[in-house]
């Protein structure tokens, strides 16, 4: 039994000393506008990691989103913003050397086609 009790100890903290290493809650806040700073409702973002992605939504009629996720340490993500009629935007972002849960910020300026 006592074998059994210091086995669980140890899968235990592998897990957690894991989890917390690894995995963390991050928050993405996005604005999307124009170039006459006109909040761009219904853009599409899309975050990968590697070339998978992880997540994607769409911007509100304040051109803003805002997502909490599980994101992996010491990895690099891309950015995509899309809507119809306007250039995409591209942006990178890095949980490398976070120790912590972390808030990122990014705003983009999308132009239209022509």
Excluded: W
């Excluded at 006592?2 to 989890?19: A, D, E, G, N, Q």
């Excluded at 124009?34 to 070339?51: C, G, L, M, Q, R």
């Amino acid at each position: 039994m006592k074998k059994i009790v210091i086995l669980l100890v140890i899968v235990f903290s592998v897990v957690t000393t894991y989890s917390q290493e690894y995995e963390k809650l991050y928050v993405l806040e996005l604005i999307v506008i124009d170039s006459n700073k006109t909040p761009i409702e219904n853009a599409n973002i899309e975050v990968y990691s590697s070339d998978e992605l992880i997540f994607s939504s769409k911007t509100d009629s304040s051109g803003y989103i805002i997502k909490e996720c599980i994101l992996s340490s010491s990895t690099d993500y891309s950015i995509k913003v899309t809507k119809d009629g306007y250039l995409q935007a591209l942006g990178r972002e890095t949980t490398k050397g976070l120790k912590n849960s972390y808030k990122f910020f990014h705003e983009y300026i999308i132009f239209p086609k022509e």
